[in-house]
């Protein structure tokens, strides 16, 4: 749905009419004027921009997050050279344009979002109901509200900063505003949001806390390079209750969602209220039967093999690693006489050698876990998780000047990851800062975190550059002018339609 339509609907939607014969509202429904009075009705609407998070981490997410950088690429399959498959790997190959599908569906998706937002926080004054209820849902709809501006930003630089619901068709149609202003917008709807919200309390609910809007708004402050301003904010976290779950594996156990490990995660649920995830489908090989690797019969040739770890992906965790055997698995077998890939065997990432006459293909298994109906899984995804908050710390002691302090948190956590890996001892400012780079590397593998930290780095044009001369070594299917990352495309472009439908927009430049 494009901007215009999403703003104008909402008018329409919400705009009422003096002339009786036009109210096509029966007596005996809601009309959206009626709607927003109850602190039910309220968290009812709450839970529709809640909602929205789970369009932002579905083929999006991963695409832009994850695939754009060197962690991970695709299963190239001749047979299916459809659109919807050439635009996915585009992202991949750096050479998106603005007809992407997918990159449109991220920046439409993040203004349906934020348009609910709008609604909310424009009507609530009215309404009569507790204000501690109150402050809370405008803390979660403002967290909400700077998480979608916060990745627009990131992902296609200036855009329109809407902060009005549209009541009419011209308030659809703004121009770009600044960088700096819609940093400026998402900082000042974080501190809010931190005012308003409480500390996290045990077992979570998966809604947003004091926890998670001081995560967002320190990464904001990260990504700024204001470490003075974010390292308060970080060190605030600590004393908030979190801790690292024991075992690795066990932090994406669909037992064990919103965890004292969570900060905040996308809530999932198999089933049939339309709430399931299926990330693992997505993440494994095409194959014409993948039962081996998720014991559901399913035909993934459609819509399987992206996101598949690179071998560099795979060099990165040293040895002793647990987090390598819980984020990646190996699926053995043989090319069939089809072209197609036959699964024989399942194996654990860690010391795999590809035995004579086999195929390997490695796929992410993090979001691997049971379930009885295939593309129906229960997982959800981790946005904020502390071991991130502790990396985000160290990061931000090394930058300001104590890295002793710093070698503290980035050691916690690489003893979660492996006994035997050895601590970090350097205190050299560059020698740390990238140890705790390649950290954030593996820890977070496969969460949309490495593009933004290659970026936000500045790392971003070097890593995917070399990256790309592997790559296309490599893949002979690659184009000569593919992997060819400039300072312009470190932002994705605008999309087309909405270019055609408000005048006011101009393209980002290099697209």
Request: a negative charge; charged letters at 20%; proline letters at 3%.
């Amino acid at each position: 749905m494009k901007l215009k339509y999403i703003f104008f609907a909402t008018a329409l939607a919400f705009t009422s009419c003096s002339d009786d014969f036009l109210n096509l509202t029966p007596d005996s429904e809601l009309s959206a004027n009626d709607f927003y009075q109850t602190e039910e009705q309220f968290t009812q609407a709450l839970s529709g921009v809640y909602q929205v998070l789970r369009r932002s981490v579905n083929e999006s997410g991963y695409l832009m997050g994850e695939m754009r950088s060197d962690n991970t690429h695709y299963d190239y399959y001749a047979p299916d050279r459809g659109i919807h498959i050439v635009r996915r790997e585009n992202i991949d190959d750096i050479l998106d344009d603005s007809q992407n599908q997918w990159t449109n569906d991220y920046f439409n998706n993040s203004y349906v979002g934020i348009a609910r937002a709008n609604t909310i926080l424009d009507r609530i004054s009215n309404a009569s109901f507790d204000q501690s209820v109150k402050d809370r849902i405008i803390g979660e709809t403002k967290f909400l509200r700077a998480y979608f501006y916060f990745n627009l930003v990131r992902y296609f630089g200036e855009v329109p900063l809407y902060l009005k619901e549209v009541k009419k068709e011209s308030d659809a149609f703004l121009g770009k505003s600044s960088v700096a202003d819609v940093y400026n917008q998402i900082i000042e709807d974080s501190q809010d949001a931190i005012s308003k919200l409480q500390a996290p309390t045990f077992p979570q609910n998966g809604r947003a806390t004091k926890g998670a809007a001081s995560a967002l708004l320190a990464e904001v402050y990260m990504t700024r390079k204001d470490y003075t301003a974010a390292l308060p904010l970080l060190k605030s976290i600590t004393t908030m209750g979190y801790a690292l779950l024991p075992i690795y594996a066990d932090v994406f156990e669909t037992s064990k969602k919103n965890s004292t490990e969570s900060i905040f995660e996308i809530q999932f649920m198999m089933g049939d209220q339309g709430q399931q995830s299926m990330f693992s489908y997505w993440f494994i090989p095409k194959s014409n039967n993948v039962e081996l690797i998720t014991g559901v019969v399913s035909n993934t040739l459609n819509y399987g093999g992206f996101n598949v770890p690179t071998d560099d992906m795979l060099r990165a965790y040293e040895a002793g690693d647990a987090r390598k055997n819980a984020s990646i698995g190996i699926a053995e077998g043989i090319i069939g006489a089809d072209g197609s890939f036959v699964i024989q065997a399942v194996k654990p990432s860690t010391g795999y050698v590809t035995p004579s006459g086999k195929t390997a293909k490695p796929f992410i298994k993090k979001y691997l876990h049971a379930h009885n109906r295939e593309r129906n899984t229960d997982d959800n995804w981790p946005v904020y998780r502390y071991s991130n908050i502790l990396l985000l710390l160290a990061e931000c002691l090394n930058e300001t000047g104590t890295p002793t302090e710093a070698l503290t948190h980035l050691n916690t956590v690489r003893r979660r990851a492996g006994s035997t890996l050895p601590l970090i001892s350097t205190t050299d400012k560059n020698t740390l800062a990238d140890l705790i780079l390649k950290e954030r590397r593996v820890e977070l593998a496969f969460e949309n975190h490495r593009w933004h930290d290659l970026v936000r780095t500045g790392k971003a044009i070097a890593v995917i550059n070399e990256h790309g001369k592997e790559m296309k070594a490599k893949y002979g299917f690659l184009a000569s002018n593919s992997y060819n990352l400039t300072q312009e495309r470190l932002i994705f472009p605008l999309p087309y339609l909405e270019l055609q439908l408000n005048k006011l927009l101009t393209q980002n430049s290099g697209y």
